[in-house]
């Protein structure tokens, strides 16, 4: 079992930044790939990002790629989102979620477990 805890939402301005925090409960957190994803009122829950086990590989949707950061640290049982250049776009609840898949997946059936998410408004 894994409980998930995202932190670090909140209001910003188009341009700004924020840095998400999802932390972990449990002495396994290294064995879990780590998944980012968003929903909008109205729209499925998509996939924004993942990291591998040891954080040696990332995976970013397209909408967001080299605009956002996943980084991990196992030490830490936390993973984080750092957000650049944020878009009115970019606004939505933002969910961490883990899977022991070897694999960085995009569809969110994949993972098992996920936090309560975290609301990002971007302002224009």
């Known amino acids: 079992q894994v409980h998930l805890v995202e932190s670090g939402g909140g209001l910003v301005e188009a341009g700004g930044s924020l840095k998400l925090s999802c932390a972990a409960s449990?002495?396994?957190?290294?064995?879990?790939?780590m998944g980012w994803f968003r929903q909008t009122p109205g729209k499925e829950r998509e996939f924004v990002g993942g990291i591998s086990y040891s954080g040696g590989r990332t995976y970013y949707a397209d909408s967001v790629k080299g605009r956002f950061t996943i980084s991990r640290d196992n030490a830490k049982n936390t993973v984080y989102l750092q957000m650049n250049s944020l878009k009115p776009e970019d606004t939505a609840v933002y969910y961490c979620?883990?899977?022991?898949?070897?694999?960085?997946?995009?569809?969110?059936?994949?993972?098992?477990?996920w936090g309560q998410g975290t609301q990002v408004t971007v302002s224009s």
């Open positions: 979620a883990a899977t022991r898949s070897s694999f960085i997946f995009t569809e969110r059936s994949v993972y098992e477990y």
């Open positions: 449990g002495r396994t957190f290294s064995s879990y790939v």
